[in-house]
C-alpha cells in the first residue's frame, strides 16, 4: 500500500499568515493527489483535485502543487473559516490511502 | 446531490451489520462509490469503493475478507455488509462519491453525513 507523510500534524497562524502543508507518497504517484478539509462534525469537503486543481467554489486563496512523490497544499492568506483540519489523499494505486491530517489552528 | 447513511449502532464483536447509503440529485449509475470511515478522534480512512458498473474496486487491509460492498442502481442505493466486526472498526462511515462518471478516482466531490457503528461488549 502507499503510504502517505502529511506535515506538520498540527499548526499555529494568525490570520493572513501564508500557511503550507505538505504531503509525501511513499511511491510515485503522478498527480492523483486530492486535498480535503474536514471542519469538526462535518464531512470532508474536496478542495484540490489531481495535485494542482481548484474543485468548483472553492476560493482561489487555497492551491496545491506537485507530482511524483511530493506535494504542498497552500492557504496563500489565511482566514478564520480555515479553522480546520486538512487530508492529503492518493487515489493513483489501490486501496486508496489519506494522509494522517494536519489540524489548523488560529494562533 | 444527496447521500444519506444508515444501519449503524452498537454491535457486538464478532456480529454483522449493513450499512446502506441512498444517493440522489445526480446518474448514480454513471458514478463510482465508496465508502470512507474515521474512527473516533482518528484520520480518514477508504474501506472500499465500487465502480459504476458494478464491479468492486478492493478494499483496505483492514476489511478485507470481513467487509462486502455492492450497490443497486435501480433503487440508487451503496452497501456495505460488515462480518466479524472488532473493536478496532468503531468508527462514522461515510459513503461518498466521485468526482467524474465512468472513473475509479478523481476525488471524492460529495460525502454523506456519516452513520456511526460502536462495536462493544
Known amino acids: 500500500d502507499i503510504q502517505m507523510t502529511q506535515s506538520p500534524s498540527s499548526l499555529s497562524a494568525s490570520i493572513g499568515d501564508r500557511v503550507t502543508i505538505t504531503c509525501q507518497a511513499s511511491q510515485d504517484i503522478s498527480n492523483h493527489l486530492n486535498w480535503y478539509q474536514q471542519k469538526p462534525g462535518k464531512a470532508p469537503n474536496l478542495l484540490i483535485y489531481?495535485?494542482?486543481n481548484l474543485e468548483i467554489g472553492v476560493p482561489s486563496r487555497f492551491s496545491g502543487s506537485g507530482s511524483g512523490t511530493d506535494f504542498t497544499f497552500t492557504i496563500s492568506s489565511l482566514q478564520p473559516e480555515d479553522i480546520a483540519t486538512y487530508f492529503c489523499?492518493?487515489?493513483?494505486?489501490?486501496?486508496?490511502?489519506f494522509g494522517q491530517g494536519t489540524r489548523l489552528e488560529i494562533k | 446531490v444527496h447521500l444519506v447513511e444508515s444501519g449503524g449502532g452498537l454491535v457486538e464483536p464478532g456480529r454483522s451489520l449493513r450499512l446502506s447509503c441512498a444517493a440522489s440529485?445526480?446518474?448514480?449509475?454513471?458514478?463510482?462509490v465508496h465508502w470512507v470511515r474515521q474512527g473516533p478522534g482518528k484520520g480518514l480512512e477508504w474501506v472500499s469503493g465500487?465502480?459504476?458498473?458494478?464491479?468492486?474496486?478492493g478494499s483496505a487491509d483492514s476489511v478485507r475478507g470481513r467487509f462486502t460492498i455492492s450497490r443497486d442502481n435501480a433503487k440508487n442505493s451503496l452497501y456495505l455488509e460488515m462480518n466479524s466486526l472488532r473493536a478496532e472498526d468503531t468508527a462514522l462511515y461515510y459513503c461518498?462519491?466521485?468526482?467524474?462518471?465512468?472513473?475509479?478516482?478523481?476525488?471524492?466531490?460529495?460525502w454523506g453525513q456519516g452513520t456511526l457503528v460502536t462495536v462493544s461488549s
Open positions: 465500487v465502480s459504476w458498473n458494478g464491479g468492486a474496486l
Open positions: 440529485g445526480f446518474i448514480f449509475d454513471d458514478y463510482t
Open positions: 489523499q492518493q487515489d493513483d494505486n489501490l486501496p486508496y490511502t
Open positions: 461518498a462519491k466521485n468526482r467524474v462518471p465512468a472513473a475509479h478516482s478523481s476525488g471524492f466531490d460529495y
Open positions: 489531481d495535485a494542482s
